[in-house]
Antibody
Framework: QVQLTESGPGLVHPSETLSLTCTVS????????VYWVRQPSGKGLEWMGR???????SYNSALKSRLSISRDTSKNQVFLKMNSLQTDDTGTYYC???????????WGQGVMVTVSS | DIVMTQGALPNPVPSGESASITCQSS???????????LNWYLQRPGQSPQLLIY???TRASGVSDRFSGSGSGTDFTLKISRVEAEDVGVYYC?????????FGSGTKLEIK
């Protein structure tokens, strides 16, 4: 069955770089696009970026200068790297899938990231 | 950026009653292919969001028929018939017409 699982450090220090991995199963990264969405603690959802099924990437312009998304199709993994983290980057980070219908049908369980010294 | 504005609910909603959540977009979400790219998600407490409705009115697989979506190009409604305890959570609308993808701020549903 389709699964997405986020992993990464729970704590990042201010000004450092966040590295997250989304490991997928039940579908191919060359057939479906994977997106990153984050949720500051107690707040709403913010789209961060996309790894398209053909390898193209798109980013939220508000984060573009700090954000990079890549993938390893052989390992079924999508990676997120964001630099210069600040305290307001604290929250839960999700990866999610678009079944080429322009909606998110499966979500990971999320990974909580705290930015603190 | 397309701004998504959600309305509030008169919480708590009595169990068995209906509840309607509104969402307004700052730009028409009707695309030239005839689809309206407006989605609805429910985030239950402590859980990831889950898809309820896509393309404004199509129920996702496994979603109860108590949930229905309707609207025009810029004004949308999610109706929940006969609310139950399991419907508690925050409901988000989302536009998928263009980047950056944007969500509404969320509407909380509480049950009495």
């Amino acid at each position: 069955q389709v699964q997405l699982t986020e992993s990464g450090p729970g704590l990042v220090h201010p000004s450092e770089t966040l590295s997250l991995t989304c490991t997928v199963s039940g579908f191919s990264l060359t057939g479906y696009s994977v997106y990153w969405v984050r949720q500051p603690s107690g707040k709403g959802l913010e789209w961060m970026g996309r790894m398209r099924y053909n390898g193209d990437t798109s980013y939220n312009s508000a984060l573009k200068s700090r954000l990079s998304i890549s993938r390893d199709t052989s390992k079924n993994q999508v990676f997120l790297k964001m630099n210069s983290l600040q305290t307001d980057d604290t929250g839960t980070y999700y990866c999610t899938r678009d079944p080429r219908g322009y909606y998110f049908d499966y979500w990971g369980q999320g990974v909580m990231v705290t930015v603190s010294s | 950026d397309i701004v998504m504005t959600q309305g509030a609910l008169p919480n708590p909603v009595p169990s068995g009653e209906s509840a309607s959540i509104t969402c307004q977009s700052s730009k028409s979400l009707l695309y030239s292919d005839g689809k309206t790219y407006l989605n609805w998600y429910l985030q239950r407490p402590g859980q990831s969001p889950q898809l309820l409705i896509y393309w404004m009115s199509t129920r996702a697989s496994g979603v109860s028929d108590r949930f229905s979506g309707s609207g025009s190009g810029t004004d949308f409604t999610l109706k929940i018939s006969r609310v139950e305890a399991e419907d508690v959570g925050v409901y988000y609308c989302q536009q998928f017409l263009e980047f950056p993808l944007t969500f509404g701020s969320g509407t909380k549903l509480e049950i009495k």
